[in-house]
C-alpha cells in the first residue's frame, strides 16, 4: 500500500531516522531534523540507492514519475545514476 500526502505530512521526527515505504523500491526518508527525503533503491549488478530531493519540493507525485523512469531504465539495462549524469 501507497502513501498519501496526509501520511507524509503528517510524518514527525523522532530520535532516529525513519523509513515510510511506498513501494517499489521508493521510500521516503525522515530525518530527526524534521527533513524529508525521497530515496529509490534498486538492484543493478548491486543494491544502489538513488536520491529524488526532498518533500515538499519533489512531490509525491513527482517521486513516483521519477521512480517509474528509473525501473525502465533498469529494466532496459541501463543504470539510472549513470543516465541522470548524462543530462
Known amino acids: 500500500m501507497g502513501l498519501s ?44 540507492m538513488l536520491s529524488f530531493g526532498s518533500f ?6 513527482t517521486a513516483r514519475q521519477k521512480r517509474d523512469e528509473s525501473r525502465k531504465l533498469v529494466a532496459a539495462g541501463q543504470g539510472p545514476v549513470a543516465a541522470k549524469e548524462a543530462r
Do not use: C, M
Open 56 to 61: 515538499p519540493e519533489v512531490s509525491l507525485a
Open 5 to 48: 500526502s496526509f501520511a507524509i505530512e503528517r510524518a514527525k521526527p523522532k530520535e532516529r531516522p525513519y523509513k515510510l515505504s511506498d513501494g517499489g523500491g521508493l521510500h521516503l526518508l525522515v530525518n530527526p531534523n524534521g527533513r524529508k527525503l525521497w530515496r529509490f533503491r534498486y538492484q543493478f549488478g548491486t543494491e544502489k
